[in-house]
């Protein structure tokens, strides 16, 4: 191979109208792992290998910076937020993010985890009484982005959340952009109303208005505050439940599954409060949700630009070059999954993972620009599965393929409609609530 060969791939350019992740499947089986095509075009590389993965995204990611069609998507709702920002712009963003979403921070928010879950399992028990159905899609929805703007507003809950109530099931389009600005300004006008009045909040609003830049010291401006609060709402909000749409569907055509967590929240939890530091105790429920994350993640595409020339898997990448890597296609590649379309959280046990790339899943990217969000959602995950799953069952009767729609974010095409059902120990000695 010479140093200076290109890969190969298809003579015709991608349409718009065809289906995108198809389209790339296909091609990964014309031409293997690594491929050459023009999309929206641009030159553009499209990447299905962990170790080409680990090149763009860790080991040379300063010359990869987040660019593409999907990240122009997103800041035509978002402006140039934590997510389409790019070199000392991000950096600076990121540094003054980062600190609300460590540890403790997100210790902060675990108590209102937990009080947004056990509304929805009230909600969920009383139909499992009558034996009614529930929309699990809308009200995973529902539920999420009451978590979210709990975290982000704290005592402004009341004032804002009524503004937030069309997120929750609204296509992401050119209205959808209109709304996220004045949903800004609302963001905007309570930041304005908190520096006036003196408030000091430990809410995430709070702890973004308390950031400092390390350069000058000087605070977010209120449309800096603005577009990260919109950004952590919507890319937070949508991605987080479409993973607990998932988990519910998986665990409810998987009842092996949903009997093995369950085995484990009896044993490990029993009618004690659910709490923080115990959360790492919970290994099943953990990897229940991995292989969601593996086989569903929201995040289906990622695309980079190399700044420079570089080298990648043998192949010259000429500057200028779009790299596509999809985690949905990565995630189910059979050189690296034994039977990569089958649910098994099995594969995520601490005696399976050994020797496995760890970019054979990224399902919320890799390197410095991965989701800064990631703890928050992996704990908030965990609080409503683990409260809800130790009272309730679901049972899906549509026995229809589950179908999927890879926009933005990787969604279920059709709401899943399903029947609760109280499981035999939870009937018999109905569990204290939460510990709030």
């Not at 400092?212 to 952590?232: F, I, K, V």
């Not at 055509?253 to 409060?273: K, M, R, S």
């Not at 959360?279 to 994350?293: C, G, K, M, P, T």
């Not at 009937?427 to 709030?436: G, S």
């Given at each position: 191979?010479?140093?200076?060969?290109?890969?190969?791939?298809?003579?015709?350019?991608y349409q718009?109208?065809?289906?995108?992740?198809?389209?790339?499947?296909?091609?990964?089986?014309?031409?293997?792992?690594?491929?050459?095509?023009?999309?929206?075009?641009?030159?553009?590389?499209?990447?299905?290998?962990?170790?080409?993965?680990?090149h763009?995204?860790?080991?040379?990611?300063?010359?990869?910076?987040?660019?593409?069609?999907?990240?122009?998507?997103?800041?035509?709702?978002l402006?140039?937020?934590?997510?389409?920002?790019?070199?000392?712009?991000?950096?600076?963003?990121?540094?003054?993010?980062?600190?609300?979403?460590?540890?403790?921070?997100?210790?902060?928010?675990?108590?209102?985890?937990?009080?947004?879950?056990?509304?929805?399992?009230?909600?969920?028990?009383?139909?499992?009484?009558?034996?009614?159905?529930?929309?699990?899609?809308l009200?995973?929805?529902?539920?999420?982005?009451?978590?979210?703007l709990?975290?982000?507003?704290?005592?402004?809950?009341?004032r804002?959340?009524?503004?937030?109530a069309?997120?929750?099931?609204?296509?992401?389009?050119?209205?959808?952009?209109?709304?996220?600005?004045?949903?800004?300004?609302?963001?905007?006008?309570?930041?304005?109303?908190?520096?006036?009045?003196?408030?000091?909040?430990?809410?995430?609003?709070?702890?973004?208005?308390?950031?400092?830049?390390?350069?000058?010291?000087?605070?977010?401006?209120?449309?800096?505050?603005?577009?990260?609060?919109?950004?952590?709402v919507?890319?937070?909000?949508?991605?987080?439940?479409?993973?607990?749409?998932?988990?519910?569907?998986?665990?409810?055509?998987?009842?092996?599954?949903?009997?093995?967590?369950?085995?484990?929240?009896?044993?490990?939890?029993?009618?004690?409060?659910?709490?923080?530091?115990r959360?790492?105790?919970?290994?099943?429920?953990?990897?229940?949700?991995?292989?969601?994350?593996r086989?569903?993640?929201?995040?289906?595409?990622?695309?980079?630009?190399a700044?420079?020339?570089?080298?990648?898997?043998?192949?010259?990448?000429?500057?200028?070059?779009?790299?596509?890597?999809?985690?949905?296609?990565?995630?189910?590649?059979?050189?690296?999954?034994e039977?990569?379309?089958?649910?098994?959280?099995?594969?995520?046990?601490?005696?399976?993972?050994?020797?496995?790339?760890p970019?054979?899943?990224c399902?919320?990217?890799?390197?410095?620009?991965?989701?800064i969000?990631?703890?928050?959602?992996?704990?908030?995950?965990?609080a409503?599965?683990?409260?809800?799953?130790?009272?309730?069952?679901?049972?899906?009767?549509?026995h229809?393929?589950?179908?999927f729609?890879?926009?933005?974010?990787?969604?279920?095409?059709?709401?899943?409609?399903?029947?609760?059902?109280l499981?035999?120990?939870a009937?018999?000695?109905?569990?204290?609530?939460?510990?709030?």
């Open positions: 191979m010479s140093t200076d060969s290109l890969p190969p791939g298809p003579a015709e350019s718009a109208t065809e289906d995108l992740l198809e389209w790339m499947r296909g091609n990964f089986e014309r031409y293997g792992d690594i491929y050459q095509s023009s999309l929206y075009g641009q030159r553009t590389y499209v990447i299905n290998s962990p170790e080409a993965a680990d763009v995204l860790l080991r040379n990611w300063r010359n990869y910076p987040r660019k593409g069609q999907a990240v122009k998507r997103i800041a035509l709702s402006g140039n937020g934590l997510i389409s920002s790019n070199g000392e712009v991000w950096a600076r963003q990121r540094r003054m993010i980062q600190p609300a979403f460590r540890k403790e921070s997100i210790r902060v928010f675990f108590d209102a985890f937990l009080r947004v879950s056990a509304a929805l399992l009230a909600k969920w028990e009383s139909a499992a009484r009558l034996g009614a159905s529930v929309d699990v899609t009200d995973v929805s529902l539920a999420v982005l009451e978590a979210t709990v975290c982000l507003f704290g005592s402004d809950y009341d804002a959340a009524p503004h937030f069309p997120i929750a099931d609204e296509s992401r389009n050119l209205e959808f952009a209109q709304t996220c600005i004045a949903l800004g300004k609302v963001v905007a006008q309570i930041a304005a109303d908190r520096r006036r009045d003196g408030v000091d909040a430990n809410d995430l609003l709070g702890q973004m208005m308390r950031a400092r830049d390390r350069e000058g010291g000087r605070p977010m401006s209120e449309a800096e505050l603005s577009r990260h609060a919109m950004t952590l919507i890319a937070g909000h949508e991605t987080t439940a479409s993973v607990l749409n998932w988990i519910w569907y998986l665990l409810a055509t998987h009842p092996q599954v949903e009997a093995t967590l369950g085995a484990e929240i009896d044993a490990l939890l029993g009618d004690e409060p659910l709490c923080f530091d959360l790492n105790d919970f290994v099943y429920s953990r990897q229940v949700i991995e292989e969601a994350l086989t569903y993640p929201p995040l289906w595409l990622m695309t980079r630009k700044q420079g020339a570089d080298r990648l898997g043998g192949y010259l990448v000429p500057a200028g070059t779009e790299i596509y890597i999809s985690p949905y296609l990565l995630q189910r590649h059979p050189r690296y999954w039977d990569p379309d089958r649910f098994d959280p099995g594969r995520f046990a601490p005696e399976a993972s050994p020797g496995r790339h970019l054979a899943t399902p919320f990217g890799a390197g410095p620009r991965n989701c969000g990631e703890l928050f959602a992996r704990v908030e995950m965990q409503h599965l683990l409260l809800i799953a130790r009272v309730l069952r679901l049972r899906y009767g549509d229809r393929p589950a179908d729609v890879a926009g933005v974010n990787l969604v279920s095409r059709r709401h899943f409609l399903m029947q609760p059902q499981r035999q120990r009937a018999a000695c109905r569990r204290p609530a939460v510990r709030v």
